[in-house]
């Protein structure tokens, strides 16, 4: 099924796909045909197809995440074939192309698969259990004003660099789907690496990584056990490093705890 | 009369310091008995919410993602301006001031956009403590680029990446206080209707997007960060929700609109391949420190290029024409955007465009490779090369890119006063929706800044003057304005619910960006704007009795979202028509092909139209008012622009 056909013709595809009303309705799988799918449309813009032709015919549209459609915002979240983003590495949903498929293919479409991600409606999760477990400590605590000046504290550029390889994180939730636990440890590991890596993220290290894996428990989250689907997984490939990164920090953290309660 | 400006006496240098301390103070005692709604949490609602919030303010911040890191501003790729003059080659808070008014074609008000660059200073320092982690050089200090319209590198980035990372710094910062219970966060609610109460904004009708569920929310001021309109044309490289929503229903609530025909198109973007595209997709502008953008010098090697008879490779470096390169010597292919943007659709006008469609022009990388190396230009550009290669099938590093121009930013938006206050009181715009400081065309890596700019630095000030003149007694939504805004917002939806027509949202949507682009594009005549004034009254006409919407309101329905937008759409559609038919002068992103120069460049007409034309709402299907607000250079003379 993989592998780049720019000349391919149009396709015509099975989809299944799931449909569900709510978060307290039962959902299915439900099966559609699409017919003339050029191979340069994304993977999103075939769903739009199947929406229009589902609206002519005067039922619902399948209900799905999306927004900036060039694979930054984070927003796409689709399971196709037992994938999160599908068969391409390194790429989101909306980044998908059609081009990846063949004429005659069949696809299944889920939602990711997390009892922390409750399910909207059909394919749209909710995913604010990642905001909260950013709110627990995913910042440094300063005020708007009375910063000092940005080349006071010089960086080395190695340094700089891996946290914003880890600072790339969009937030999508691939890892938590990817994994057999549903755990969440890459995400949080990637924002605890980030503001632990540099000086500005030093004064709260430890209370962060002790407040964020906490918040990341009580969200329900499975744990870790270091198979590694999360990073083969991710779209914008986050290291696994970070995980490691964040087991150091939380166990010099619990050992020499400045949080004294 | 026109609203007063309210811009500060004094030398320019001087006008935001006196200002700051002109303004009223709210004591900090008193701060926690104000409420504010922020509408939109991208980069300037964020930051603005975080700040108010810092201050001791009660924050209500909307959004109508799933999570305030989704906003559009995630997507800013190529960086951030700031006058630090860090790279000491010889940039200054004027030198900032003075591009930017030059760069958006002397439409813009001098004091506001010498405030953004004062404070452009700041807004780095307070991402570097956020934890933003801007590109550095070896000796760990940060490093800077250069952009177009500007011959000093100014540019601070995050690889290709730097809207996500200072949105995720405001993100943050939001967190933080959504954890200390200083801001309450409205995730999937959209703004459907502004409440004003005694003529002053007092607070908002939402729609739960998941629910359906309307509710009221009031406040003492109310703030919209919520982006601009570029999807107007259907086709831009906003993301699929931008909308103009709420700054519309602002807008039928009081708020005048100014400047509405000055959008963006940007020169560098994938170029559109079917009649299914759902969106294009932007090449940072930054590439074009590297690129070379060029098409061939001969219209019939052009043709055989599209037919496919010979190959990119085949063409001889003498039968290349560098047409940037050629008719702008001194910027050469960093000219800004509207520049670039004209010129490449020249070329193709020509007969002389690359690419299947011959709706593109090269931006070539071949010499950058030769001269750096692929190593060195994957570090500076790789992700946006992944990108390429993902869309388009085709290798960067191999074959050059093929761009072309696409709607990408709205330098028009709500009109407002130096304090970023609309012609509402109590009601304020800050970031992409407001007309602020881009005049007609707005200078690469300054969309962050005004954004961060206006949210971090400028409205937690000038908000406290407002409030300190408003009683802290606590606000309800008891008032029979709620209750009648709310009324109009579910007669409105159960209105779109019931036509049962046969065209999809989508569809209308469509109709109305081929017009748009057809005739309110890169290029318009007045003959083309009556036509398209015709042709959008009558699609709006087909609209609500032609429309097909299925489902509930009670649940999550994006068609129904889609139809709401779309509705709002067609009525800024024709007021953008408007205004581009008033403004009989080439400036900026706006040209009108009766007005240009010789050279084919625009020209202005500052004897007649030095002015902001803020429109003013007169009801259902009446023409809106023209009002002026003329425009006053002191401290930059106008000149004809010229990159040459």
């Not at chain 2, 570090?379 to 099938?393: D, H, P, S």
Request: charged share 25%.
């Amino acid at each position: 099924m993989a592998g780049s056909n720019p000349n391919a013709k149009p396709m015509n595809l099975t989809l299944k796909v799931w449909r569900q009303k709510n978060r307290n309705s039962e959902g299915k799988i439900v099966d559609y045909q699409v017919k003339d799918i050029s191979p340069d449309m994304s993977f999103l813009e075939m769903l739009d197809v199947l929406n229009e032709d589902l609206l002519h015919r005067g039922e619902e549209p399948v209900a799905f995440d999306h927004d900036c459609r060039e694979g930054i915002c984070g927003s796409c979240n689709l399971f196709i074939n037992g994938r999160a983003h599908g068969p391409e590495k390194g790429t989101t949903t909306c980044q998908l192309h059609m081009r990846k498929f063949s004429d005659g293919d069949t696809i299944t479409i889920e939602p990711w698969r997390a009892n922390s991600f409750p399910v909207n409606k059909d394919l749209s999760v909710d995913r604010s259990a990642f905001d909260r477990i950013i709110q627990a400590g995913g910042y440094i605590s300063i005020n708007t004003g009375g910063t000092p000046d940005a080349n006071e504290i010089p960086i080395p550029k190695e340094i700089s660099d891996r946290a914003f390889e880890a600072a790339t994180c969009i937030g999508c939730g691939a890892c938590v789907a990817a994994c057999k636990n549903a755990s969440a440890m890459l995400f949080v590991s990637a924002k605890v690496s980030q503001l632990a890596l540099l000086p500005q993220g030093h004064v709260e290290r430890k209370s962060r990584v002790e407040n964020m894996v906490a918040q990341m428990d009580k969200e329900g989250f499975g744990a870790c056990t270091n198979i590694g689907s999360c990073a083969a997984e991710c779209p914008v490939g986050i290291s696994l490093e970070n995980i490691a990164i964040l087991n150091r920090e939380f166990l010099a953290a619990k050992a020499t705890s400045n949080n004294l309660s | 009369m026109f609203p007063d400006s309210k811009i500060p006496d004094g030398p320019i240098a001087e006008k935001w310091d006196k200002h700051k301390f002109d303004v009223k103070l709210v004591n900090p005692a008193n701060k926690r008995k104000y409420d504010i709604i922020v509408v939109g949490t991208g980069l300037a609602g964020a930051s603005a919410a975080a700040s108010l919030a810092e201050l001791g303010y009660n924050v209500k911040a909307f959004s109508f993602h799933d999570s305030p890191r989704r906003a559009h501003s995630i997507a800013a790729q190529g960086g951030i301006n700031a006058a630090k003059n860090y790279q000491n080659d010889g940039d200054s808070v004027f030198r900032l001031f003075y591009d930017t008014v030059k760069g958006g074609d002397y439409r813009s008000r001098e004091a506001n956009v010498y405030r953004l660059a004062q404070v452009s200073v700041n807004i780095i320092d307070q991402c570097v403590a956020q934890g933003v982690p801007f590109a550095r050089e070896y000796g760990g200090l940060l490093a800077n680029r250069s952009f177009g319209g500007a011959q000093v590198s100014r540019t601070f980035y995050a690889r290709g990446q730097t809207g996500q990372q200072l949105l995720l710094g405001a993100y943050s910062a939001l967190s933080r206080q959504i954890a200390y219970g200083k801001v309450k966060m409205y995730t999937r609610s959209e703004m459907l209707d502004l409440v004003v109460v005694d003529g002053k904004a007092r607070g908002i009708v939402t729609r739960n997007l998941i629910t359906g569920d309307i509710e009221t929310h009031a406040a003492h001021a109310v703030i919209l960060a919520t982006g601009g309109y570029g999807n107007v044309f259907y086709l831009s490289t906003n993301a699929k929700y931008c909308n103009v929503t709420a700054a519309w229903r602002a807008h039928k609530k009081g708020a005048f609109f100014a400047n509405p025909c000055f959008t963006q198109i940007h020169p560098t973007c994938i170029p559109v391949s079917g009649d299914y595209q759902s969106k294009l997709t932007l090449m940072s502008e930054s590439l074009r420190n590297d690129g070379r953008v060029w098409v061939p010098k001969e219209k019939a090697t052009a043709e055989r290029l599209r037919k496919g008879e010979i190959r990119v490779a085949d063409i001889k470096e003498a039968d290349r024409d560098y047409f940037l390169e050629r008719k702008y010597p001194a910027f050469g292919n960093l000219v800004p955007r509207d520049v670039a943007s004209r010129n490449a659709k020249m070329m193709c006008d020509e007969g002389r465009g690359v690419g299947s469609t011959g709706l593109a022009v090269y931006l070539d990388f071949a010499d950058s490779i030769k001269r750096n190396g692929a190593d060195w230009v994957a570090a500076k550009y790789g992700n946006l090369f992944e990108m390429y290669e993902k869309i388009t099938g085709e290798n960067p590093y191999e074959l050059p890119m093929r761009i072309y121009p696409a709607v990408h930013y709205t330098m028009g938006g709500l009109w407002v006063d130096y304090n970023l206050q609309t012609t509402v009181p109590g009601l304020y715009a800050a970031g992409e929706c407001n007309f602020s400081d881009h005049g007609a065309n707005r200078l690469g890596a300054s969309a962050l800044m005004q954004g961060l700019a206006d949210g971090y630095f400028v409205i937690p000030y000038t908000i406290g003057d407002y409030l300190a003149k408003t009683p802290p007694t606590p606000v309800t939504t008891q008032d029979p304005a709620f209750a009648e805004a709310e009324a109009g917002v579910r007669a409105r939806i159960d209105k779109l619910m019931s036509i049962n027509g046969t065209r999809t949202p989508t569809e209308f949507h469509k109709a109305l960006g081929h017009i748009m682009w057809e005739y309110c594009g890169m290029a318009r005549t007045a003959e083309g704007l009556r036509h398209a004034k015709a042709e959008i009254q009558k699609l709006k006409r087909e609209f609500w009795s032609d429309l097909k919407v299925v489902g509930v309101n009670a649940d999550l329905n994006q068609t129904l979202e889609s139809a709401g937008r779309v509705a709002d759409f067609l009525e800024l559609g024709e007021l953008m028509v408007d205004d581009a038919l008033d403004r009989n002068e080439s400036c900026g992103g706006h040209f009108r092909e009766e007005y240009q120069t010789p050279e084919g460049e625009a020209l202005r007409n500052d004897d007649d139209y030095a002015y902001v034309a803020a429109w003013e709402y007169q009801g259902e299907n009446q023409p809106e008012r023209l009002n002026k607000e003329e425009l006053h250079f002191e401290n930059v003379k106008l000149t004809q622009r010229s990159y040459k």
